[in-house]
Nanobody, 126 residues
Framework: QVQLVESGGGLVQAGGSLRLSCAAS????????MGWFRQAPGKEREFVTA????????YYADFVKGRFTISRYNAKNTGYLQMNNLKPEDTAVYYC???????????????????WGQGTQVTVSS
């Protein structure tokens, strides 16, 4: 049984950077897509970014384009989210997730993902 474990969250000042990791443990990662979502208090979970595990094709929400970068290291079954120029509005619990094949806006849908990590808190102070 595969589990996803996030790490790398924390407290950072506005303009700073963090790198989140999502390690798939238990068995070889076999999903098509790894995504990152976030949820702030009182708000719905929202799509941040996703990557096709085989091709490396990426998808980003408009509010993180140019600031966040998703990547993966297949040999380590690990995905990464590099977050630069963080803003206070980026404060949220960040979740990694794994799901089936998608393309375009289909990758943004929460329903695509059937395996979720426990989440890691990111707090950006002003």
């Amino acid at each position: 049984q595969v589990q996803l474990v996030e790490s790398g969250g924390g407290l950072v000042q506005a303009g700073g950077s963090l790198r989140l990791s999502c390690a798939a443990s238990g068995r070889t990662f076999s999903r098509h897509t790894m995504g990152w979502f976030r949820q702030a208090p009182g708000k719905e979970r929202e799509f941040v970014t996703a990557i096709n595990w085989n091709s490396g094709r990426t998808y980003y929400a408009d509010f993180v384009k140019g600031r966040f970068t998703i990547s993966r290291y297949n040999a380590k079954n690990t995905g990464y989210l590099q977050m630069n120029n963080l803003k206070p509005e980026d404060t949220a619990v960040y979740y990694c997730a794994a799901g089936g094949y998608c393309s375009g806006y289909g990758c943004y849908r929460v329903q695509l993902y059937d395996l979720w990590g426990q989440g890691t808190q990111v707090t950006v102070s002003s």
